[in-house]
């Protein structure tokens, strides 16, 4: 993921530059020469944008509170072990495998206040200082993984064929989302885009699956937290329509 003190070296024009160079790389209009199929292209690009996002909501609040660094497991602190036997004489030392462990980074986690606006599940998890950056980005990328492409579900649905499909992502404006173009370029009927969005929705898993499925919260941790999330939120919207 991140090495350390990326976040706190990362600035706007490092995101622009790094998501220009990404875009160009994995927009869908390049899948004939590059010898790819446009839809993968698509979800490449697709996750090229949402990373992008997270970054300048980061960016965005980094100034409210600082990061703090997740000290190192407890287990790597103990005293070492005793050093291993020798092998006995009638096998060589080299046949004996030896484990190599990777070092494990250390995690960024928020330690300010939980920004005054309606959050999702994810930003809200985060900006509470129940998950890691990493942990959330690692979740955006599972779900996003498993996420159905709208492009293969309104081909499914019979709304669209593949070359339509095809032309779509092609001419898709850069950060627009695929129902968005697919109106503006009269594509499909807002009955169609909703009824693909929906289905979606339907064959993906709860974006707080992935938390609890990696053990990093409980699922009474979670319910709780998904509780507060929606209190912070409702405070927010009333608010707002006060």
């Not at 839809?39 to 980094?62: G, M, P, Y």
């Not at 898709?172 to 503006?184: F, S």
């Not at 699956?209 to 927010?236: K, M």
Request: aromatic share 8%; glycine share 8%; proline share 9%.
């Amino acid at each position: 993921m991140f090495g350390i003190g990326f976040l706190d070296a990362l600035h706007e024009d490092l995101v622009k530059t790094g998501f220009r160079r990404r875009a160009f790389e994995t927009h869908p209009d390049r899948a004939g020469c590059a010898g790819l199929d446009p839809l993968v292209l698509t979800h490449r690009f697709q996750e090229v944008h949402a990373a992008k996002e997270l970054l300048n909501r980061f960016l965005a609040d980094r100034d409210t509170a600082p990061l703090i660094v997740a000290p190192m497991s407890s287990a790597r602190a103990k005293a070492p072990s005793a050093p291993p036997k020798r092998p006995p004489p009638s096998r060589p030392a080299a046949s004996r495998p030896s484990p190599s462990r990777t070092p494990q980074a250390p995690e960024y986690f928020w330690r300010g206040l939980v920004p005054d606006r309606q959050l999702p599940i994810g930003e809200y998890l985060y900006y509470s200082g129940r998950i890691s950056m990493q942990a959330l980005i690692a979740a955006i990328h599972a779900q996003r993984v498993q996420r159905p492409l709208f492009g293969q579900l309104a081909a499914q649905w019979g709304f669209l064929p593949l070359s339509a499909v095809t032309q779509l992502m092609a001419r898709k404006r850069i950060g627009e989302r695929v129902g968005d173009a697919a109106l503006r370029l009269g594509l499909l009927t807002p009955y169609q885009r909703d009824v693909i969005l929906g289905s979606q929705r339907a064959k993906q898993r709860l974006f707080g699956a992935f938390f609890t499925d990696t053990g990093v919260l409980s699922p009474f941790a979670l319910s709780e937290l998904v509780r507060a999330q929606r209190l912070h939120n409702f405070g927010r919207a009333a608010r707002r329509a006060s």
